[in-house]
């Protein structure tokens, strides 16, 4: 239905914006960092990584408890939390606490993904998962198109109040998802079934069919934790969202750095070029989620993008001294990359239902992120030993074709998709 849509999506979607900005505007901060704090490339690779050691530790309990409590209430104190935390990371003075604050904020922030991955089970069919998925992770590219100029803008307020221009960044940029934390108490529900902004028919076709596809789950498919452990589909899974992490990890975190060295340039020119791949990459995610949601096909949907997020890899490192050609080839990787994720997400609740879509759903993230660990450090490590960012970009770029190895030796149940009459009504008005 396009009022449940339009009430959770587009909130959820600023929520995400926030929490990526939140994870990744060090990028920005990076060379200030450096030269503040005495970090090293492999030191700040280090540190950047260390957010998903702390996100790991918490990201299985979070969900857990999501499905307990519900998730209007979980959702809003991860945020509240993790704003808090992302502030006092200001107050960072060496490398040690710059370490700490960052498994710190991943502590905070762990949980608020799968979380609302996990939300989306309760109220979205599955038949249109990959398309509002796909409107829900554009938030991550998007991420990168507007925290550009912010955190550029942020950095130039060096020395007001005594204050250094990364400190700023990290102060202004975590009192959004504050703000947003308490709004959450007002905008999500639970579950359709106490959705009172909602029409009685369109309440009650809502909730009947999700209690529909639970069941339809529940038969012959996981629905225990223990039965979910016990499926190698589960680890396949995290295997591959690992791998696609440390992708997106060592390009996010490494990329308005390696452009930067190309160009020369800083403040908006910098901002301007980090955003194009981004901005392209918005619009493939959309049109492939919708294609994947039509045909019904997931897996060859995930290996494509990988294969062409590898492709753009390479080209980069031939590329490398031609700005221009640099920042399509880069375009051309985040295509694919992020496309992945208009898919990849679809594919679990189609074997996962009750308790284990919630430990599983956080399991495979979990575990996937720690890859958030590996890319930014195995990038900054490279670097330092050969004074060249290609190494790290190759290791990525094979990183990125054992994904779609991996994804398509999937077994996924032969009627994995829903009937058409299982569509949300006015489902084509989605996307608009």
């Known amino acids: 239905m396009a009022r449940v849509v339009r009430r959770l999506i587009p909130f959820a979607f600023i929520c995400y914006v926030v929490a990526y900005v939140d994870r990744v505007n060090i990028g920005f901060a990076a060379v200030y960092l450096q030269r503040d704090l005495g970090l090293s490339d492999t030191a700040y690779g280090i540190g950047a990584g260390l957010f998903f050691l702390g996100y790991f530790v918490f990201e299985i309990p979070s969900n857990l408890i999501l499905e307990r409590v519900g998730a209007r209430v979980w959702i809003a104190r991860i945020m509240i939390v993790w704003g808090i935390v992302s502030m006092a990371t200001m107050f960072v003075g060496g490398k040690w606490s710059f370490y700490i604050a960052r498994v710190v904020l991943g502590l905070a922030e762990?949980?608020?993904?799968?979380?609302?991955?996990?939300?989306?089970?309760?109220?979205?069919?599955?038949?249109?998962?990959?398309?509002t998925g796909a409107?829900?992770?554009?938030?991550?590219?998007?991420?990168?198109?507007?925290?550009?100029?912010?955190?550029?803008a942020l950095l130039k307020l060096q020395g007001r109040f005594g204050l250094a221009g990364w400190q700023w960044l990290f102060l202004m940029e975590g009192v959004p998802a504050v703000i947003l934390g308490l709004l959450a108490l007002r905008v999500l529900t639970d579950r359709p079934e106490s959705a009172t902004w909602l029409s009685a028919p369109d309440r009650e076709w809502l909730a009947a069919t999700m209690a529909r596809e639970r069941a339809e789950r529940g038969a012959g498919h996981h629905g225990s934790v223990g039965e979910m452990l016990a499926t190698g589909r589960v680890w396949l899974l995290a295997a591959v969202y690992f791998l696609n992490t440390v992708v997106s990890y060592g390009v996010f975190l490494w990329l308005p750095k390696i452009l930067r060295d190309a160009s020369g340039q800083g403040g908006f020119t910098l901002s301007a070029l980090t955003a194009i791949p981004f901005i392209a990459a918005l619009v493939a995610m959309v049109l492939i989620g919708r294609h994947s949601d039509r045909t019904g096909e997931r897996k060859g949907h995930v290996a494509a993008c990988a294969i062409t997020a590898a492709t753009g890899l390479v080209l980069a490192v031939i590329f490398r001294d031609n700005l221009p050609l640099l920042v399509l080839s880069f375009t051309l990787s985040q295509i694919g990359q992020r496309s992945v994720m208009s898919v990849f997400w679809a594919i679990p609740p189609i074997f996962l239902g009750g308790t284990a879509a919630a430990a599983g759903i956080a399991l495979i993230n979990a575990i996937g992120n720690l890859g958030g660990a590996v890319g930014p450090a195995v990038m900054g490590w490279l670097r330092d030993a050969t004074g060249a960012y290609s190494g790290g970009l190759l290791v990525l770029t094979a990183a990125l074709v054992m994904e779609a190895v991996l994804v398509m030796s999937l077994r996924l149940p032969k009627k994995s998709m829903p009937n058409a009459e299982c569509r949300m009504p006015n489902a084509t008005s989605v996307g608009n």
């Open 135 to 152: 409107l829900f992770m554009m938030a991550a590219p998007i991420a990168i198109v507007v925290g550009a100029p912010v955190s550029e």
């Open 110 to 131: 762990a949980g608020f993904f799968p979380g609302m991955v996990l939300f989306f089970t309760y109220w979205i069919p599955a038949a249109d998962r990959a398309r």
